[in-house]
């Protein structure tokens, strides 16, 4: 199944998410996000979630799958976003907010707090030192970010890395940002 990945739990599994061809878009293997998904506990109800990378959806769906009351996908390229915005048409999926931009711009404009954020960058892309520089501001206390890359990231002290796992190329992560009080 060429540019088709499934929904693996919740609501909506086994639903299909199709999407264009597009170098660089590689969605999480299924494998992959039963385990991110038992990281964070199998029922998300009431968390706000961001995936900041969207690609093919299948983390931010998944998550709304799962009981999310709130999923922003953010996508650079016009095709995949057209893509992700049938996929909600299709689900029906009214708590999926699917936007047009850049993963650095949405955060240096956007002001909203997150329970949860995907960072899934094209691999090689070296996009996640500035995204974790700049997340803090946008995190709920406890929040907890799921970090996919194709080399061991370089995960900065201000976060605790609570669980780490690998699966062929993909080297996975779910930590914190740590601090004494909320990020401003």
């Known amino acids: 199944m060429k540019n088709r ?12 998410l199709r999407f264009p061809a597009t170098i660089g878009l590689r969605p999480t293997a299924d494998r992959l996000r039963e385990t991110l998904f038992n990281w964070l ?3 998300l109800c009431g968390l706000a979630c961001l995936d900041l990378f969207a690609g093919s959806g299948a983390l931010g769906f998944e998550a709304a799958s799962r009981g999310a009351s709130a999923v922003t996908l953010v996508e650079r390229d016009p095709r995949v976003f057209r893509a992700l915005v049938e996929s909600r ?7 999926v907010e699917v936007l047009q931009a850049d993963a650095l711009a949405f955060l240096a404009s956007d002001s909203r707090c997150f329970d949860v954020v995907f960072l899934d960058p094209p691999y090689r892309s070296h996009f996640l030192p500035a995204v974790l520089a700049c997340l ?3 995190l709920r206390p406890a929040a907890r970010v799921y970090v996919e ?3 061991r990231p370089e995960i900065p002290s201000s ?9 062929g190329q993909a080297q996975c992560l779910l930590v914190q940002w740590q601090a004494d009080e909320p990020p401003p």
Do not use: C, D, F, K
């Open 5 to 16: 990945v499934r929904i693996v739990g919740g609501a909506w599994r086994s639903r299909v």
């Open 41 to 43: 506990g199998q029922e």
């Open 89 to 95: 048409r299709l689900l029906g999926a009214q708590q």
């Open 136 to 138: 803090p501001p946008h």
């Open 149 to 151: 890359s194709a080399e």
């Open 159 to 167: 976060y605790n890395v609570l669980r780490r796992s690998h699966a």
